[in-house]
DNA sequence: CATGAATGAGGCTTCATTCAT
DNA sequence: CATGAATGAAGCCTCATTCAT
């Protein structure tokens, strides 16, 4: 890890932190105990706490993204493309031992001021939404309105997927919200 | 306020105050101000901080469910309670300004042993769980087990209604998640 | 000193730090170490740095016009007790080699929120004011209008001694504005 | 202002600062960021932030004396021109806010081993003593004595209303020190 | 001669909890 | 059953300075 520059270290320890353990539950001085850098070093290149973790928000977004894209590219279908989405969050969340999701868990307990943090939530949200209606969009036998309407209704089942497996420590939410999408596309 | 026992009168501000601050961002010594209490006072209520959520989500739950029965009781079917809780969802997320749900929001960012916290989290959703098969079994209409699958993807679009709903600030996926409930009932 | 109190061992402790060394150049910790304090003890008892600062301060000004009082008290006329006055000055900043006023020194280099140290010095100037206007008051010599502004140019001549000795470690200031009085008083 | 070099920049940058901020309130990355100067930049120039206090102090009192030296050029007899003096620090003083005198605000805060800018302050006072003296060493009224004895209270006068003037931020000791050098002027 | 990255030490403040009364 | 004082650990952040390039 030490080939890394230290502002991809701390982003990198900042951001296994801030995923596995909470960003109220890391301190800084874990951060940089576990980076490997000095206090000051990490502040030349983040003016605050909050800085890093929309540093961690954007790199897991393209990260994220990245990778549902390519999990769901195996299929040819609008509503195929769809429905594995759902076999993604079950690859994903089993393997992260159904931490949840790194936007829904940061913007749920933090202090008042932290306003960048939330717009990273929002954003991050929003790219999920156009991109699951731009699937929809492509299958001709929607109009643009159904495919909005559709996809709004897959991505609600997406966030309900995620957050009740990390509540229950399980993958039965995101099969039966897999089944629900199969559902709602006839 | 003056009038409740030491006790109550915890449990209320704290309710308050890790409700719509959060857990992490309310300290005991902001809990014991407000309540007009001393700090060992609480201690002898209370062995820990945990222990005051507990309770807090203990009386949340006995409120929130009497309130979703109360709303959805004027309701006479099955389908029609279902497709009502989401007009509860509406009315009450709106009342808070979007602040999402209790349990939701406590465990996204929680110390690692603080485990009778996630206990509670765990049971509350069991609950609704339990409380929507329960309105969907009494459908002659369904089998048990279609009664039991139909339930879990209504759960799933409310869970995924509040924590979308938290972040984009709008009532928007509830009115989605309303829609794709419909659809699902057939 | 184990026998004060917490909060007389910070104010004593603070006092003589704020005043030999600077507030600027005392530290919260160096503060706690000498007083022997655990951190959160001192936060118990002040809610900030600065309110240290005030208590000293406020402590500071009834000692000192104490001092002054007794000090100058071996005068019968007004004019013997204002000129003594400066032999106070000799005496007390002898004693501390010069180091000034303690509000004189904490207020040219504050930060800039510290309004309460400020309001501080303005006050305890004002009533070194009074105090002398009160003292040429009872002179029948002078009408009212007299006293205070011979009052106020033996103020300046107090205030020029304290910092020019300051500045060059020597009594020559004290001894020059001691003169001025006297040819003021005619 | 890029037209200046480097350490130009440098030091009118960081008098600007420190004299209207305060020196221990200014930091060097301000100074640097204000310059528009690198770091390493600044300390190939001067060997520590003391150092550029120092050019600061030396800049200052070349400037200061001069703007006092054509102030009252415009009286022809020595006591007018003492006089004079104190519509000089009305001018000044008002201009700059009562933030009173650069090497009396420097001195009053500083770490133990800030020898060169406590020389710096012991010479400028000097220097301004000496003048005043020789101002009134030219009347030959005044025995060589007399007039050096007359110039430590003048210089005192000026002192004290300098800092009274910036506790109160108001111009009345200026006044009240003006109307004393007459008295003692006779 | 200029630069931005890196640093150790320290800044002030708050945390949840326990203790003596 | 109630209280305010006391605590160790940790919180986030900034300081003036040096180093490798």
Redesign the pocket.
């Known amino acids: 890890m030490k080939r890394l520059?230290?502002?991809e270290r701390i982003i990198e320890t900042a951001s296994d932190l801030f995923y596995h353990n909470g960003y109220?539950q890391?301190?800084?001085?874990?951060i940089i105990a576990e980076a490997?850098?000095?206090?000051?070093?990490?502040?030349?290149?983040f003016?605050?706490?909050?800085d890093i973790a929309v540093a961690y928000l954007v790199g897991r977004h393209t990260i994220w993204m990245g990778k549902l894209f390519d999990f769901i590219s195996t299929e040819r279908t609008s509503k195929g493309k769809i429905i594995r989405c759902f076999d993604y969050l079950i690859d994903w969340l089993g393997e992260v031992d159904f931490r949840g999701c790194g936007w829904q868990n940061i913007i749920t307990d933090l202090p008042i001021d932290h306003d960048k943090i939330r717009i990273q939530a929002i954003n991050h949200k929003n790219e999920v939404r156009n991109y699951i209606h731009d699937i929809l969009k492509s299958e001709t036998e929607y109009t643009i309105e159904q495919a909005e309407q559709l996809g709004d209704q897959i991505l609600i089942l997406i966030e309900g997927a995620i957050i009740l497996s990390q509540i229950q420590k399980n993958k039965w939410p995101i099969l039966a919200a897999k089944n629900a999408s199969i559902s709602l596309l006839k």
């Open positions: 520059g230290v502002k109220n890391t301190g800084i001085n874990q490997g850098v000095a206090k000051a070093s990490m502040y030349q290149h003016r605050s706490k909050e």
